[in-house]
């Protein structure tokens, strides 16, 4: 499986955005599929996951309220709408998938087995 990701940019505090994931090449029934980002200096994080079997979703409590993860109209594709951005959010952002996984596995990175390029993402002050 290949994911492209793309939709980053340069935005003020406050602002939106909206990430697109999409997968291609060897396709499954059904994906997880999530978002993990890394700022500088840090270890990568898990943003949010969803689920396309039952459209269970997970988010991380930095984003919550803040961050919707939603499918797209093909199987295998994803968007992360991003709202109230601050500058702590500024990271590159992965784009993950795997068929499905239960909701324990849904939030580490380890569980997937394809991962994105990146797409930065930079939140001004």
Same mark, same amino acid.
């Given at each position: 499986?290949?994911?492209?990701?793309?939709?980053?940019? /340069?935005?003020?505090?406050? $602002?939106?955005?909206?990430? &697109?994931?999409?997968?291609? %090449? =060897?396709?499954?029934? @059904?994906?997880?599929?999530?978002?993990?980002?890394?700022?500088?200096?840090?270890?990568?994080?898990?943003?949010?996951? /969803?689920?396309?079997?039952? $459209?269970?979703?997970?988010? &991380?409590?930095?984003?919550? %309220? =803040?961050?919707?993860? @939603?499918?797209?109209?093909?199987?295998?594709?994803?968007?992360?709408?991003?709202?109230?951005?601050?500058?702590?959010?500024?990271?590159?952002?992965?784009?993950?998938?795997?068929?499905?996984?239960?909701?324990?596995?849904?939030?580490?990175?380890?569980?997937?087995?394809?991962?994105?390029?990146?797409?930065?993402?930079?939140?001004?002050?």
């Amino acid at each position: 499986v290949q994911l492209q990701a793309s939709g980053g940019g /340069l935005v003020q505090a406050g $602002g939106s955005l909206r990430l &697109s994931c999409a997968a291609s %090449g =060897r396709t499954f029934d @059904s994906y997880t599929m999530a978002w993990f980002r890394r700022s500088p200096g840090k270890d990568r994080e898990f943003v949010a996951a /969803l689920r396309e079997s039952d $459209g269970q979703v997970y988010y &991380s409590s930095s984003v919550k %309220g =803040r961050f919707t993860i @939603s499918r797209g109209g093909a199987k295998g594709t994803v968007y992360l709408q991003m709202n109230s951005l601050k500058p702590e959010d500024t990271a590159v952002y992965y784009c993950a998938a795997n068929r499905r996984l239960i909701n324990s596995a849904m939030a580490t990175i380890g569980a997937y087995n394809a991962l994105g390029q990146g797409t930065q993402v930079t939140v001004s002050s």
